[in-house]
């Protein structure tokens, strides 16, 4: 999904909106909306939602670090394994 490339931002301006659709298997669902998005961002789990979030605030470049750079590196086991390592962790 692409990014709508706007010049100015304000802690406004990237205000976002989480709808959770759902609740189940220890996975969060729903709906991300925000004005920089061409469309609401669907996702299935919290680390997509998270990865989305990241790459909008990466791409606006707000909020900047203060003391360290922000850096989340995902990790496509986790991404596509997500719910069955959670529900590992709680057996």
């Given at each position: 999904?692409?990014?709508?490339?706007?010049?100015?931002?304000?802690?406004?301006?990237?205000?976002?909106?989480v709808?959770?659709?759902?609740?189940?298997q220890?996975?969060?669902?729903?709906?991300?909306?925000?004005?920089?998005?061409?469309?609401?961002?669907?996702?299935?789990?919290?680390?997509?939602?998270?990865?989305?979030?990241?790459?909008?605030?990466?791409?606006?470049?707000?909020?900047?670090?203060?003391?360290?750079?922000?850096?989340?590196?995902?990790?496509?086991?986790?991404?596509?394994?997500?719910?069955?390592?959670?529900?590992?962790?709680?057996?």
């Open positions: 999904m692409n990014v709508i490339e706007k010049d100015v931002v304000t802690a406004t301006s990237i205000v976002m909106r709808d959770i659709k759902e609740y189940s220890n996975l969060l669902s729903g709906m991300l909306h925000s004005n920089h998005l061409e469309k609401p961002y669907e996702f299935k789990s919290l680390v997509r939602l998270i990865a989305k979030m990241e790459e909008l605030f990466d791409n606006k470049r707000f909020p900047e670090a203060f003391l360290s750079p922000r850096l989340f590196e995902m990790d496509e086991k986790l991404m596509n394994h997500e719910g069955e390592s959670n529900r590992n962790e709680h057996t």
